[in-house]
């Protein structure tokens, strides 16, 4: 292996653009600023949602597994009962996660209209809804079921409950994009280079941005790769910079990637108005 003093920079079809990045830098095109990689390909949606649909029906079939252990219709003789049903709702959540982080991903990719809001809301939360009826049918039946002795409803309850309550805290999209945002960003930007952090929620047009700390690592792609990568809002930092107005910018990721000039900023705030109580 070569060793790996700087991250080397390739563009979509792969081909090194270390030098003719690093020679932009020196001419002063490109700004010095942190080492940048490229974003990985933006992927297919299509290939996403089968991906999760496949998934997702596993979980319920894990989910009927459970209910069949509970009701003794389905006993693996080599492990108790109960270990049976915890492994099957384990199975069904790490279905459910899985299934939904793709859904999440193929949204991301080819995002649906928010002009109407419930159908918006639905499709990218079809995760949420999902582990719902990955887990409630099973809690309910488990509640009502006679034959169940009162630690396994117990155990099936608290676990499922948890199980519930995980798959639902992974299977809500957070960072929801719309077809609008994506076509507005598009506008804008086409297929100009963005650049986001590894943690950074929103994506900038300037390597040399403010919000970012020095040796932070860079990703560089078009903004419909940004997009894609979970990046779904414009750095106002970027956006005030280039004066650019008509595309949805985040303070909130902002402030995150900033926490630090923002604890600068309250410390001088302090010095300056003693602290009265
Ligand atoms: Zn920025």
């Not at 992927?43 to 649909?53: C, D, E, H, T, Y």
Request: proline fraction near 4%.
């Amino acid at each position: 292996m070569a060793e790996k003093k700087k991250p080397i920079i390739v563009n979509v079809e792969g081909e090194d653009i270390t030098a003719q990045h690093e020679k932009e830098k020196a001419e002063g095109i490109s700004q010095v600023g942190p080492p940048i990689q490229q974003a990985p390909p933006v992927g297919n949606a299509k290939g996403l949602r089968i991906g999760a649909v496949a998934l997702w029906v596993l979980a319920i079939i894990f989910e009927v597994l459970t209910v069949l252990v509970v009701f003794g219709k389905v006993n693996l003789s080599f492990m108790p009962q109960l270990t049976q049903m915890i492994i099957f709702l384990v199975l069904d959540l790490a279905c459910v996660v899985a299934g939904a982080q793709l859904w999440k991903k193929a949204n991301h990719i080819d995002p649906v209209s928010e002009a109407n809001s419930t159908k918006f809301w639905i499709w990218n939360n079809m995760g949420l809804i999902v582990c719902a009826l990955a887990f409630v049918p099973f809690i309910i039946l488990l509640l009502t079921n006679k034959n169940a002795d009162k630690k396994t409803k117990m155990v099936g309850v608290i676990v499922a409950v948890i199980a519930l309550l995980i798959g639902g805290l992974l299977g809500y999209d957070y960072n929801p994009v719309s077809a609008e945002d994506k076509q507005e960003a598009m506008a804008v930007f086409g297929e100009e280079d963005v650049y986001w952090t590894r943690f950074g929620k929103c994506y900038h047009t300037h390597d040399d941005c403010q919000s970012f700390s020095q040796s932070e690592q860079l990703t560089k792609g078009t903004v419909e790769q940004a997009i894609a990568a979970n990046r779904t809002k414009f750095c106002s930092f970027c956006a005030k910079r280039d004066d650019i107005t008509n595309v949805k910018t985040d303070d909130e990721a902002l402030n995150e990637e900033n926490a630090q000039d923002i604890q600068e900023a309250e410390d001088a705030l302090e010095d300056e108005v003693p602290a009265a109580k």
